[in-house]
């Protein structure tokens, strides 16, 4: 099982921009697909943005295609969420997650981080 820790959550003003990062255990970092998903209160967790293995294929839900960047570094074993342009909508509790193979597939979710708070203000 591979341990992930999220850092970089906070309270914005709606327009700024936050980086979280999550930190992975492990030597296997490499090998998997990581994501990004995020839950808002009375809500659903939803997909927010994934990247596969080697970082040159990424895919983002649609309301934050343009704003949002996902990015990895294998040799710190850490996967990114850039947010710009943040929206008061964008405010959630944001998990990281490891997939089970190389690419991200709906489903196939191996490790959750414990969620970091990101809140927009308006």
């Known amino acids: 099982q591979v341990q992930l820790v999220e850092s970089g959550g906070g309270l914005v003003q709606a327009g700024a921009s936050l980086r979280l990062s999550c930190a992975a255990s492990?030597?296997?970092?490499?090998?998997?697909?990581m994501g990004w998903f995020r839950q808002a209160p009375g809500k659903e967790r939803e997909f927010v943005a994934a990247?596969?293995?080697?970082?040159?294929?990424?895919d983002y839900e649609l309301s934050v295609k343009g704003r949002f960047t996902i990015s990895r570094d294998n040799a710190k074993n850490t996967v990114y969420l850039l947010m710009n342009s943040l929206k008061p909508e964008d405010t959630a509790v944001y998990y990281c997650?490891?997939?089970?193979?190389?690419?991200?597939?709906?489903?196939?979710?191996?490790?959750w981080g414990q969620g970091t708070q990101v809140t927009v203000s308006s």
């Open positions: 997650v490891r997939y089970s193979d190389h690419e991200p597939r709906q489903g196939k979710y191996a490790d």
């Open positions: 492990g030597r296997t970092f490499s090998m998997y697909a």
């Open positions: 990247i596969n293995w080697s970082g040159d294929r990424s």
